[in-house]
């Protein structure tokens, strides 16, 4: 059995959405994360890390997404494009600003619809409404990574549990589509505060879809500074496999799953932590385990 065959994946609900393969291209608005500016941002934060090479070097949304579309057609051929806000905190401007360009991107032939990646403290209401009216496909993301407070606070997330919650409430009047990225190995957090952010979301009548993350420590931030004090709470390769896998069983099967791993954008980062081989080998040893553990998404799972 491939991996899409044991969870409900994003290229399954992409095909069936669209009827063809397709591929985001990652944009950016030129904002910086607020909370980072302000706050010091959170603790694993590395911007190289998810700034993409196109909007690093271009400032024009229109630009960045040409040459995303080239690059991305170069090497997959005739594919449909996504829109991806995912760098910084995508909602953190003025609401004129923001609604003049993503109408600009949305009013490409080309271009099938917009994702965009925020936190739960900037979602303007005008800028959702006018998403809520665009007849292509709209998805709203939020970095939630787990609903213990304090984790959240160990984290430096700038916001709390309730915060999310008011933010999703809000959300989810305009935008039917929803993600949360959630991070699996927090320091200080047992098995049973990931299941109980696991059952949140499978419970949620409003959340779509969710991103895992294994937790990265990179070199120059604030978790690679205390990194050696949480080292060993923080799951290795196989441990997180492990962890993985449990979630999958107790996640709702009906929730597209569109990351599994940590995404490394930038190959020049250095982790303290680094999982060995690659992306395609973590997903291949996954699959392995679900396979052996007679393991698939929902299993587990009870409204």
């Not at 998810?50 to 995303?68: H, I, M, T, Y």
């Not at 403290?121 to 609903?147: A, T």
């Amino acid at each position: 059995m491939q991996i899409n065959e044991l969870i409900n994946s994003y290229s399954d609900f992409i095909k069936k959405k669209f009827g063809r393969k397709v591929y985001k291209a990652g944009l950016s608005t030129g904002l910086i994360c607020p909370h980072r500016v302000n706050n010091s941002g959170c603790i694993y934060c590395n911007p190289s890390t998810f700034v993409g090479e196109n909007q690093a070097s271009e400032s024009d949304v229109l630009q960045q997404f040409r040459k995303s579309a080239e690059r991305i057609r170069d090497m997959f051929g005739d594919v449909g494009l996504l829109a991806y806000f995912q760098d910084e905190t995508s909602l953190a401007g003025s609401p004129e600003l923001l609604i003049n360009t993503f109408k600009e991107i949305l009013e490409l032939d080309e271009c099938l619809g917009l994702i965009i990646s925020t936190r739960p403290d900037y979602i303007p209401e005008s800028v959702l409404e006018f998403l809520s009216r665009q007849e292509k496909f709209v998805s709203v993301e939020f970095g939630l990574q787990s609903i213990h407070d304090k984790s959240l606070s160990f984290l430096n997330r700038g916001h709390s549990f309730a915060d999310f919650e008011k933010a999703l409430k809000i959300t989810s009047k305009y935008i039917r589509h929803i993600g949360v990225h959630l991070i699996l190995g927090i320091p200080g957090e047992t098995e049973q505060n990931i299941m109980n952010t696991i059952d949140y979301v499978s419970e949620s009548k409003v959340i779509s879809e969710v991103k895992f993350h294994n937790m990265v420590a990179y070199e120059g931030t604030r978790l690679s500074g205390i990194y050696e004090d949480v080292k060993d709470q923080i799951p290795d390769y196989e441990e997180y496999i492990v962890m993985l896998s449990k979630v999958i069983e107790r996640l709702n099967p009906d929730i597209v799953i569109s990351r599994l791993f940590t995404s490394h954008v930038a190959d020049s980062a250095k982790v303290l932590n680094p999982f060995p081989g690659h992306k395609t080998q973590w997903i291949e040893k996954l699959r392995k385990h679900l396979l052996a553990e007679g393991i698939k998404q929902g299993k587990d799972f009870q409204l």
